[in-house]
Each structure stands twice: as C-alpha cells, then as structure tokens.
C-alpha cells in the first residue's frame, strides 16, 4: 500500500512570508506534504511535536525519519512483491498501486500498461485474467527483449505480447483460465497460450512475432493474420502488401521458426520464384525486408538475382541500395549562387531488362567512386546517443595491444571519407541519419603496427538494431569481427540484426 501522504496544497496567506514561513514551506516540500494538517498529522505518526517552529536540528532529525521510513516501505514493498505476484498484480488493478509504489521494473510497466487501458474496460479486464492465470505459473510476466530483429521496441516483450493478446479478447475461443502451461521453455508456454486463445488449426512458430510489435494500428492489423490463421483460413484472402500466389502462401507457411512475419512474406515470395535460403538471408538484410513499395520492380530484381545463382550475395546489399538510389531517390544539389536544387531521381525509367550482372556490378563500382565527387548538400547532425565502444585486446604494457573503437559519423562529409576509403554508398545515408532514422559508426583498431579501418555499421535508432556490418569493398564481417560487434551491443544495449 502506498504511504499515506497528502497532495492537497497549503492554503495562501495573505501576508506576505517571513524567512520563517519561508523555511516551513520548504521542510514541508521535503517531507513532501501539503499542509500544516498535513504535517500535524504527520509528525503525530511519527513521535514528532506539532509545533511548527522547530529548531534545524529538530527539522534535519524528521527529515531523516521520512528518509528512514520510506525506504523500510520500499524494502517491505519489495518483499511483498516477491511474495505474491498475484497479489500485487490484483493491487494494481484495484487501484491501490501506482508506478511510484512498486520496485521492479516489470511492476512499473504493469502500472504504465494499466494506466493506458483506463478507457477500455473490456481489454483491461482481458489483462487483468492473462496476468491473474500467468502471474504464478509461467515466467511471462517479465520485461526481457524477445525478437532481436524488432529490438528495444516497447511491445517486444512478453508483458507487451500479452497486452497485445488482451487487446484481442473479442476474438478468444477459449477462456485463459482453461491453460495450464506444459513446459518450462518460456518461448513455448507463450506459443502455446496464444494458440489456446486463438487457434483451432496449426499455426506457424514465426507468427509468433506479431504479438511483440506493440498495440500500433499496423500492429494490430498484423495481429488479426494470426487470428486469421488460426481459424483455418489462408494467408491469401488477408490484405497483404503484395500479392501472393498459391505457391507463396505454401512457401509461406514453411517460412524458418525464427523468422519475422515480415521475413516470412520475402521468404513465401521468393522461394516460390525458385530462389534459396541464402538468397532470402541476403535480401532480408536489406531495405526490402520491411519495405514493400514498387513491388513490381522490386519482383524483377529478385527474379535477376535468381537467374543469376552465381552472383556473391555479398553484392545483394549494395546492388539495392544502387538501384533504390538511381529509380526512387530524388536529388538534391547545390547550383549556383549557393541555392539546393531538389532533382528527380537519376534514372526513374530504370528496369532490369537486358542487364547483366557484370555490367550491373561495374555500375554499382562507379556509383561508389563518384558518390564522394557529387556536390551533394553538405549536412551535419546531432548524436544519436548510443554509446560509443573502446576495447583493448591484448597488453598495453606488453606492446602487444589492439585497440578496438566504434565512432559515430555525424556529417556527410564523413560519410564520404568512410565510403571513399571502404569502397561504398554509406554516402547515400546521409538524409537517414540527419532525421535520426539511423547512425552510421566507424569500427577501427590501432595498435603499434597503425590505425585501420575494419567495418562500417548502421544502427537504427528507434529500435536499437543494428542491422548493417560491411568491410572494404562490402565484405561481410568475419567471425572474430562478429565477437567484436557482440561485446559493442552487450554495453550499448543493442541488438544485433542475425543476419549479421
């Protein structure tokens, strides 16, 4: 329970204050009180004269008891929590307990996640039962990241994936209170929840992950598919961002467990134009893995890369962001006296008829090579607050020492000395990282043989992903170099894209 503590304000004089009054306000604001009442009542509960003229010895002493007594009700609020979770969950959703009266972090969220359903009765109470079912039995009810690719969003956990699941309720088959978990595997008591409130017929494990991308109307909307699935129907009659064929949706089904439901639709897509695996890994690594606009083009692409099986995915990455620069970016460059001039994309009519990979790649090769001679408008941005990275391998005292640093590049001008000196079109994410979408980070070691550059990296910034690791020429990062990212993203609490 919450201390009694009183929020009325003190009632106005109408004289003006003297430095003793003056003084009184300001013990009353440390004993956050509102009141003489207040503090009468206060200093009665607590052993204290009611006297309003105290010395500073006697003020300082009950300053020290309401420090004192605070953190006796935080250790035993503290206890009761571990105690009973249902009981506290029950508390707060009772109203008896706000954010400010629990301890753990998960609590806090629980009374962040109450507080928002204050308008709908009906998904609070939803709430209130998975979290009255779960609470004891499963370890549902905690705060830990789930899917790494949709990294520190604020739904990716397992108390958001069940706030998600209450805002459904209208479309449960069978009460919450018929589950019984059998497993300890958490991953598989939340599949197996989810299947029990929703399912009558198989649904696959990675469409799991619509249930962590939070209560946004997109997610919502991705939500039903589960519902929808779940119910026996086919993927095909949802309202997908790209048409899908019988074939698809088979290939959909078979989509990699640890997909997202947005890697799945590539996976359906592109497996059933007869690409690989790997060709799926290489194109969900890109900006197609979410973006679904100009499919028409974007299906021609893919069908090159299929008819081209020896092309090196590693030119996949860099081959789109070629082509996405040269049909859908617009252009802006300075044209004298000084004034940005905002150009049509360079090549809008661009297709992939008659084009060969050769060709294609020497293209890229020269994008690459005139990106730092462009008269591009010259840009600088803020920090993206990530904490930068400083590892010493070795032993400095022993000579032997390489230092590992990632740096964040703030201004375009960087960005083309980086893509100037490892051979790619960082230089196109200029515009990305001025409003804050990403960051671009420089990974270099320096040890007695010099300074050196090792790979370029992009980290979204909302989600804390970091999605994109090339060396010189777009080489991907080496085992060693992967171990190296780990640590970075352990300490600057990101995650790491797995395709990494």
């Known amino acids: 329970m919450a201390l009694n503590v009183s929020t009325r304000k003190p009632k106005k004089s109408h004289l003006t204050n003297t430095p003793e009054e003056v003084q009184f306000q300001a013990h009353l604001k440390a004993l ?66 706000g954010e400010n009266d629990v301890t753990s972090p998960t609590l ?20 209130r039962e998975l979290l009255t079912v779960v609470g004891d039995a499963t370890d549902l009810i905690q705060t830990n990241t789930v899917i790494s690719q949709y990294g520190l969003g604020r739904g990716n956990t397992y108390l958001g994936a069940l706030l998600a699941l209450a805002h459904h309720a209208q479309d449960w088959i069978r009460p919450p209170t018929a589950w019984k978990p059998n497993t300890h595997n958490v991953d598989r008591q939340f599949q197996s929840l989810a299947r029990h409130l929703f399912a009558r017929w198989p649904v696959p494990t990675f469409m ?37 064929t019988k074939r ?49 083009f974007w299906t021609t692409v893919i069908q090159f890369l299929i008819a081209n099986p020896m092309l090196d995915l590693a030119h996949v990455g860099p081959l789109i962001d070629y082509l996405h620069n040269e049909k859908f970016t617009p252009q802006e460059v300075f044209v004298p006296p000084g ?66 640093t990632a740096t964040e590049l703030l201004s375009s001008s960087a960005l083309i000395a980086e893509g100037r000196k490892m051979k790619h079109c960082v230089a196109t994410y200029a515009r990305s990282c ?21 790979l370029t990296l992009e980290v979204l910034n909302q989600t804390r992903v970091l999605v994109q690791a090339r060396g010189k020429c777009n080489v991907m990062p080496t085992q060693k170099e992967r171990g190296i990212l780990q640590r970075w993203a352990d300490q600057a609490g990101l995650q790491l894209a797995k395709w990494i």
């Not at 509960?45 to 010395?55: E, W």
């Not at 939070?214 to 086919?234: C, M, P, R």
């Not at 001025?434 to 090792?454: M, P």
């Open 434 to 454: 001025a409003q804050g979408l990403c960051s671009i980070w420089a990974l270099e070691t320096e040890s007695i043989a010099g300074r050196s550059k090792v």
């Open 248 to 296: 698809m949706a088979h290939h959909f089904m078979q989509a990699p467990a640890e997909s997202t439901v947005e890697e799945a639709l590539r996976w359906g897509q592109i497996r059933a134009l007869g690409g690989s695996a790997r060709l799926v890994k290489s194109v969900t690594g890109t900006r197609l893995r979410t973006c679904y606009k100009e499919n028409e």
């Open 339 to 404: 004034r940005v001039e905002r150009r049509p994309p360079p090549q809008p009519n661009l297709t992939m008829k008659g084009r060969s990979p050769e060709t294609l790649l020497r293209n890229v090769e020269a994008w690459h090579r005139n990106l730092s001679k462009v008269n591009q408008t010259a840009a600088e941005w803020v920090t993206s607050g990530i904490c930068g990275f400083r590892f010493v391998e070795g032993d400095e005292a022993g000579g032997n020492a390489k230092i590992w």
């Open 108 to 127: 806090k969220l629980l009374c962040e996640a109450y507080d928002s359903l204050q308008a709908s009765t009906f998904v609070r109470q939803a709430f």
């Open 32 to 97: 956050e009180l509102g009141s003489i009442a207040d503090y009468r009542d206060w200093c009665s509960r607590h052993g204290f004269g009611p006297a309003t003229k105290k010395s500073a010895i006697q003020r300082e002493l009950e300053v020290r008891e309401r420090h004192r007594a605070w953190a006796e009700y935080r250790l035993s609020q503290k206890k009761r929590e571990q105690r009973s979770l249902r009981a506290t969950i029950n508390e707060i959703f009772r109203g008896q307990l």
């Open 208 to 244: 799991d992950s619509v249930w962590f991308q939070g209560i946004s109307s997109d997610a919502l909307e991705k939500q039903t598919w589960f519902v929808h699935l779940g119910l026996g129907e086919n993927i095909r009659t949802l309202p997908l961002p790209i048409p899908y």
